[in-house]
T-cell receptor
Framework: KQEVTQIPAALSVPEGENLVLNCSFTDSAIYNLQWFRQDPGKGLTSLLLIQSSQREQTSGRLNASLDKSSGRSTLYIAASQPGDSATYLCAVRPGDSNYQLIWGAGTKLIIKP | EAGVAQSPRYKIIEKRQSVAFWCNPISGHATLYWYQQILGQGPKLLIQFQNNGVVDDSQLPKDRFSAERLKGVDSTLKIQPAKLEDSAVYLC???????????FGSGTRLTVV
């Protein structure tokens, strides 16, 4: 059974720092992995989608990597800003699922001005 | 393109009352999902539709929850009767297919008192 873990559960860093959020999964047979952002009381915003054949995806100051063999993905945020404060969730689509995603519990990120 | 539309944004009801949520996915997206997200947790899939057929409703509490997607477009999720533990954000998402990520609506925050 696929399980997704995100560590740490919360992270607080000063503005301007580069930071890495971690996501690990137990079964390497995945179809894709997606990173989302969630602001308090809001829905989820898709940030990056990495297909199983890809190693990384980039969007602006965000870079997501995928290492299936080790069951890990990282989300790198460069030059963090207070507006980046949110909860970041990763979700894995197992290779044998009907599009169902397996979710991590998220990392709550606070960027201090 | 227009995003996933959900209504209402907020709802407060008393336990044992009924409530309904509405979702209109992105035009052309065949797959529609309803998720329940309890505070501090990742989303939990309630039901997945492919066009107007149910693909997965294994985690839907069918004694009180029901969902339909008539004509394969918009969808409604109903709770009757509501319990205190149903307090959560109900998220609707849609996807065009297996190689694409999900797009989420802004969610409906339900409080049962």
């Amino acid at each position: 059974k696929q399980e997704v873990t995100q560590i740490p559960a919360a992270l607080s860093v000063p503005e301007g720092e580069n930071l890495v959020l971690n996501c690990s999964f137990t079964d390497s047979a995945i179809y894709n992995l997606q990173w989302f952002r969630q602001d308090p009381g809001k829905g989820l915003t898709s940030l990056l989608l990495i297909q199983s054949s890809q190693r990384e995806q980039t969007s602006g100051r965000l870079n997501a990597s995928l290492d299936k063999s080790s069951g890990r993905s990282t989300l790198y945020i460069a030059a963090s800003q207070p507006g980046d404060s949110a909860t970041y969730l990763c979700a894995v689509r197992p290779g044998d699922s009907n599009y169902q995603l397996i979710w991590g519990a998220g990392t709550k990120l606070i960027i201090k001005p | 393109e227009a995003g996933v539309a959900q209504s209402p944004r907020y709802k407060i009801i008393e336990k044992r009352q009924s409530v309904a949520f509405w979702c209109n996915p992105i035009s052309g997206h065949a797959t529609l999902y309803w998720y329940q997200q309890i505070l501090g947790q990742g989303p939990k899939l309630l039901i997945q539709f492919q066009n107007n057929g149910v693909v997965d409703d294994s985690q839907l509490p069918k004694d009180r929850f029901s969902a339909e997607r008539l004509k394969g477009v918009d969808s409604t999720l109903k709770i009757q009767p509501a319990k205190l533990e149903d307090s959560a954000v109900y998220l609707c998402a849609s996807s065009p297919g297996t190689d694409y990520g999900y797009t989420f609506g802004s969610g409906t925050r339900l409080t049962v008192v």
